[in-house]
Every structure is written in structure tokens, then in C-alpha cells.
């Protein structure tokens, strides 16, 4: 039997801004098990990026809790790992002391963080470039170190808000392929936003599709086999059937 890992409860996120409060996020519930990759869908503005960042401990409910391993979570924990959507790679640091930065923060001797990082480096592909710096990296390079600097600090459960969405379709696929592999051999518990239902569908265990305010409007298992090639699924009626139903809940949402 999975065990819940992470759990919202009535969770809700009100922002002021000179005097105009804004609801980002309403009561909202959620559980996620152990091991299980669940994508998030929903149209711009509502509240996806506000829940990561609840889910992170980096922000503060303005009710209700996160629950991590049945404790309230009241900020960052180690074993939460977040990829935003920006960039966030040091520009002064090489490839190889990016990726080392979370196993600097630990403490961890340089030998040893240099033979992990390194070994990283190998599995998002990009060996080689070590010593190149951001600048000189394309924009899936940069993500691919994203990625490995993500995975150096060990985390359980990696939380992604739209990691691939600023890249052109081949990337995008190398990288959900590689994210898929990463995932296969290290058994993390995945939170992975995304407005693509291709992509929700291609990814995800469950995908829960979010309304205005976080309204969840749809919860779904996938069960479509694994592994999953793009190629083949647009044709398989079952992702057709996935497709179109994801596709007339998200319009419902912006109703
Ligand atoms: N720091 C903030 N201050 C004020 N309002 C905010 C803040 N962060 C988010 N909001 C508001 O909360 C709502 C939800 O924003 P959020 O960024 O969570 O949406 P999103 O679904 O991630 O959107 P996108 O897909 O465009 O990134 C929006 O109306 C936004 O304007």
C-alpha cells in the first residue's frame, strides 16, 4: 500500500497589493502519495505557481496547512526539491559548481561532492560541459543543469513548475524523456505544473485539473502504459478520450 507524502488541507493564499486583495489560491485539499508522479493542469493565472510555492514551504497559507510526512510544513525542507520556471543557475558559477551547490550547503567534503555532481552531470547528458558557464549553455543545457543541481540536494519530492515550457518541442521531449528516466531510477515523489494536456498526459500517474482559484475541476489516474512515446499516444484512442476530456474541463474552468 502508497502512503500519502504530502497533503493540503483547506489550503488558501490571499495576497494584498495597495489595499486590492486577490484570492490566488481558495480551500484547497489535496493528497499525494509516496513514489507517484501527478501533474497539475490549468490556464494561466490560477494559482498553480501560487501552490508550488506553498507546497515548497516558501510562502505562508493565509489558512489551512501542508501537511509533509504527517507534519505541518512551516518552511523549506531538505527534502523538497523545486524547479521554477526561470532560471535560477548561478551566472558566475561553472556547470559542475551549480550543480555542487546544494551538497556545498550540506557540508559535504569536495572530493565527494565533485564525484556526485559529476556523476549527474553524466545522467542529464551533458558530460563535457563541466566548465562551461550558463551564458555559454543553451536553454535545455541550462535546464538539463537545472535538473542536475535539483537532483544534487537529494530530494524526495521534486516539485516543477513548468520546467520545459520556455524550450522548442524537441527539447521539451528529450527533457520529459530524460525527467521520466530520472524519475524511473530514483523513485521521488513528482508535482509537475504544466498548461499542456499533452504534456500532463505523457507525464503523469494522476493529473488534477485546476479551475479559477484553484478549484480542482478534475482528478484522474492515467493508466496509460509506460514507457510513453509521444508519437504513438496521439494516435491511441485511450489518450484521445484522456485528451478531450482534460481539454472540455479546462474550458468549464474559464467559464
Ligand atoms: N506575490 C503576489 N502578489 C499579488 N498577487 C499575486 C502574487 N502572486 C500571485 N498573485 C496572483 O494570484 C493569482 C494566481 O497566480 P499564480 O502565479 O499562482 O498563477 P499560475 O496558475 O501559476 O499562472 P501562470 O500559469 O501564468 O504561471 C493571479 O491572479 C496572480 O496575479
Known amino acids: 500500500m502508497t502512503a500519502t507524502l504530502l497533503q493540503t488541507r483547506e489550503l488558501t493564499k490571499q495576497f494584498a497589493k495597495n489595499d486590492v486583495a486577490t484570492v490566488a489560491l ?4 489535496l493528497s499525494i502519495e509516496e513514489g507517484s508522479f501527478v501533474t497539475v493542469l490549468g490556464r494561466s493565472g490560477c494559482g498553480k505557481s501560487t501552490l508550488l510555492n506553498l507546497l515548497a514551504g516558501l510562502t505562508q497559507p493565509s489558512k489551512g496547512e501542508v501537511r509533509y510526512r504527517d507534519r505541518v510544513l512551516t518552511g523549506p525542507d531538505t527534502e523538497i526539491g523545486y524547479l521554477t520556471q526561470s532560471d535560477t543557475l548561478m551566472p558566475w558559477r561553472d556547470v559542475l559548481r551549480n550543480v555542487e551547490m546544494p551538497l556545498e550547503i550540506r557540508g559535504t567534503p569536495a572530493r565527494e561532492r565533485r564525484a556526485v555532481a559529476t556523476e549527474l552531470i553524466g545522467r542529464v547528458g551533458l558530460t563535457g560541459f563541466e566548465h562551461h558557464y550558463p551564458r555559454e549553455l543553451s536553454g535545455g543545457m541550462r535546464r538539463r543543469t537545472s535538473l542536475a543541481r535539483l537532483l544534487a540536494g537529494n530530494p524526495s519530492t521534486l516539485l516543477m513548475d513548468e520546467p520545459f515550457g520556455a524550450l522548442d518541442a524537441q527539447l521539451r521531449a528529450e527533457l520529459q524523456a530524460d525527467l521520466l528516466r530520472l524519475w524511473h531510477e530514483g523513485g521521488q515523489t513528482v508535482v509537475f505544473v504544466t498548461h499542456d494536456i ?58
Do not use: C, M, S
Open 26 to 29: 481558495r480551500d484547497f485539499t
Open 198 to 255: 499533452e504534456e500532463a498526459l505523457l507525464l503523469g500517474d494522476r493529473v488534477v485539473v485546476l479551475g479559477k482559484i484553484g478549484a480542482i475541476l478534475l482528478d484522474r489516474p492515467i493508466e496509460l502504459a509506460r514507457p510513453r512515446n509521444a508519437d504513438t499516444l496521439r494516435v491511441d484512442p485511450e489518450f484521445v478520450a484522456l485528451h478531450t476530456e482534460l481539454a472540455a474541463a479546462l474550458q468549464e474552468g474559464a467559464r
